[in-house]
Nanobody
């Protein structure tokens, strides 16, 4: 199973980015899908997650600004990030729970300038 993430980049504070992550390979059933991030010198943290039934969970720091969604037909999860702040700067990783285990993407850099 491979996860291919895209959509990161450099944006000014207040701007928007949309991350995408597509899962491919021998994955029988995808349960939860999510995004994590890791800033320099900090631990990896959950940003947002969405279950197969559509229930969403967000970190307090991104509530009201980020929206997670998924396309089950495409095995793809999205993260719409609005009103970005410099503290959102990090490497963002997608995560997929399926086949009884977790899969991780390689990460995509998001940099927000002030």
């Amino acid at each position: 199973v491979q996860l291919q993430a895209s959509g990161g980049g450099l944006v000014q504070a207040g701007g928007s980015l949309r991350l995408s992550c597509a899962a491919s390979g021998s994955i029988l059933r995808i349960n939860a899908m999510g995004w994590y991030r890791q800033a320099p010198g900090k631990q990896r943290e959950l940003v947002a997650a969405i279950t197969s039934g559509g229930s969403r969970n967000y970190a307090d720091s991104v509530k009201g600004r980020f929206t997670i969604s998924r396309d089950n037909a495409k095995n793809t999860v999205y993260l719409q990030m609005n009103s970005l702040r410099p503290e959102d700067t990090a490497v963002y990783y997608c995560n997929v729970e399926g086949n009884g285990r977790d899969y991780w993407g390689k990460g995509t850099q998001v940099t927000v300038s002030s």
